[in-house]
């Protein structure tokens, strides 16, 4: 198969997708321990320059702007429907750097977008502010895991990280989707991204593998409920390297949502 020219962005279903929209549904059980709910969804491929050598931080800034416009794009048009939608972009694959990035819309709450639900929630009931939003002003006031920041965003290195380089971008004012994110931010979130990864490419000379996933509000019927514990925010996982000859691959929907399960024990 041979995919069209185009420019920009180009978009399509995976074919080895996390979610089926028409999973069925698990058969009937005399007992609570053994029933379950299906989960479906949609999974799509984003692949961002045609040139699959061209990494996001050789990208210039109107083309990395166009990525973040088909981002907001997707999870508006997805969110309409599903519960959850996230973004999540690699720049390495099974054997080689390739641009891209998976869009999944689930029926359901993953366990990473659930824990995040409840802490922010219970966060803004004690303290009376989303989370996030107080701890990008604390993390910005102590500058002492202050990567780099701009008007609008910054990234930390955050005080829980567990992976070697893993940083949190974080916007500064109040957002709870992508969609929502003004002209002059999209500007900027380019800019802060490219001068990021710029400096993960620099750190070892080498064109560095990560996985990054956007965590936005839940979306389908909770766009009718009041979700302003929520604050958005992107995860970079860069996948364990130490240097730049020792790394470990482990990417994809298990780091941002949860483990899959593509076989049942049965099967």
């Excluded at 080689?96 to 029926?107: I, L, R, Y």
Aim: glycine share 4%; proline share 9%.
């Amino acid at each position: 198969q041979v995919n069209p020219q185009y420019e920009g962005t180009f978009i399509f279903p995976n074919d080895f997708p996390a979610l089926q929209p028409d999973a069925p549904e698990p058969g009937d059980s005399d007992h609570p321990l053994f029933r379950a709910a299906a989960a479906r969804g949609v999974c799509k491929v984003m692949c961002f320059p045609p040139w699959s050598d061209l990494t996001l931080p050789l990208m210039s800034l109107a083309e990395i702007r166009a990525v973040i416009d088909a981002w907001a794009e997707l999870a508006a048009e997805l969110g309409a429907s599903y519960p959850w939608v996230q973004n999540k972009g690699a720049m390495m694959g099974c054997s080689n750097p390739h641009p891209h990035c998976q869009v999944w819309a689930s029926s359901f709450l993953p366990n990473e977008a659930r824990l995040e639900d409840r802490t922010q929630r219970q966060h803004l009931s004690q303290r009376g502010v989303p989370m996030l939003l107080e701890y990008a002003e604390q993390e910005a006031h102590r500058k002492e895991r202050l990567v780099v920041e701009n008007a609008d965003w910054l990234v930390v290195v955050p005080y829980w990280a567990t992976w070697p380089y893993q940083t949190l971008l974080l916007p500064r004012r109040h957002v709870c989707h992508l969609q929502d994110l003004k002209e002059g931010e999209r500007d900027s979130l380019a800019s802060i991204m490219q001068r990021l990864l710029i400096k993960y490419d620099n750190l070892f000379e080498v064109s560095f593998p990560y996985s990054m996933g956007w965590h936005g509000a839940p979306t389908g019927p909770y766009l009718e409920e009041d979700c302003g514990h929520w604050q958005l925010h992107a995860h970079y996982y860069p996948p364990l390297l130490r240097s730049a000859t020792v790394r470990k691959f482990m990417v994809g929907y298990e780091m941002l949502a949860q483990a899959q399960r593509d076989l049942t024990p049965e099967q």
